[in-house]
T-cell receptor, first 112, second 115 residues
Framework: NAGVTQTPKFRILKIGQSMTLQCTQDMNHNYMYWYRQDPGMGLKLIYYSVGAGITDKGEVPNGYNVSRSTTEDFPLRLELAAPSQTSVYFC???????????FGSGTRLTVV | AQSVTQLDSQVPVFEEAPVELRCNYSSSVSVYLFWYVQYPNQGLQLLLKYLSGSTLVKGINGFEAEFNKSQTSFHLRKPSVHISDTAEYFCAVSEANTGGFKTIFGAGTRLFVKA
């Protein structure tokens, strides 16, 4: 009964460093998403995937990359961290017939 | 393009009082509507959803919402709140003609329940 699992929960990066935020789900969901949450701004869609091997950009994709080699995993890559990427990142998934997302518990990232 | 506006950024209310959190949306096509709740340091959890049919939707924890197509609104209500309802609430919309697989979220309303 794990749902959507995100790692790590917290991370501090220096400017210019890179990292991968991990997301895995065990519900066999086709759709997966990455959002960032900034205070007072709600959630902004970074990237999404409708199935293994298929990804597409959301509203705020610059500075990020994703891959979807399996149904379960949808990692988010930051190549050159910038202070503007300080945020809380949420991964979510949705089944084909289910409306409404299942969210992970988030990754709080600080870039200094 | 669709959009969603939550009309109040913060709503303070006393315990056992009723509450309404307001949400308006904009879309040129039919929509699916959602309310999510986020407790501190947690992910979002689905409270309720409107897909079609009855305009009054009941969700978890005693919350309900009413879809008003003419006013393009989807306000969330609870007749009597508890301290444990203190959280941030997000209204969200997705387009029905695309199967609803992309969702736009509002900026959130922070509900404070006071003793």
């Amino acid at each position: 009964n794990a749902g959507v699992t995100q790692t790590p929960k917290f991370r501090i990066l220096k400017i210019g460093q890179s990292m991968t935020l991990q997301c895995t789900q065990d519900m066999n969901h086709n759709y997966m998403y990455w959002y960032r949450q900034d205070p007072g701004m709600g959630l902004k869609l970074i990237y999404y995937s409708v199935g293994a091997g298929i990804t597409d950009k959301g509203e705020v994709p610059n500075g990020y990359n994703v891959s979807r080699s399996t149904t379960e995993d949808f990692p988010l890559r930051l190549e050159l961290a910038a202070p503007s990427q300080t945020s809380v990142y949420f991964c979510a998934s949705r089944g084909q017939e289910a409306y409404g997302y299942t969210f992970g518990s988030g990754t709080r990232l600080t870039v200094v | 393009a669709q959009s969603v506006t939550q009309l109040d950024s913060q709503v303070p209310v006393f315990e056992e009082a009723p509450v309404e959190l307001r949400c308006n949306y904009s879309s040129s096509v039919s929509v699916y509507l959602f309310w999510y709740v986020q407790y501190p340091n947690q992910g979002l959890q689905l409270l309720l959803k409107y897909l079609s049919g009855s305009t009054l939707v009941k969700g978890i924890n005693g919350f309900e919402a009413e879809f008003n197509k003419s006013q393009t609104s989807f306000h969330l209500r609870k007749p009597s709140v508890h301290i444990s309802d203190t959280a941030e609430y997000f209204c969200a919309v997705s387009e029905a003609n695309t199967g609803g697989f992309k969702t736009i979220f509002g900026a959130g309303t922070r509900l404070f329940v006071k003793a």
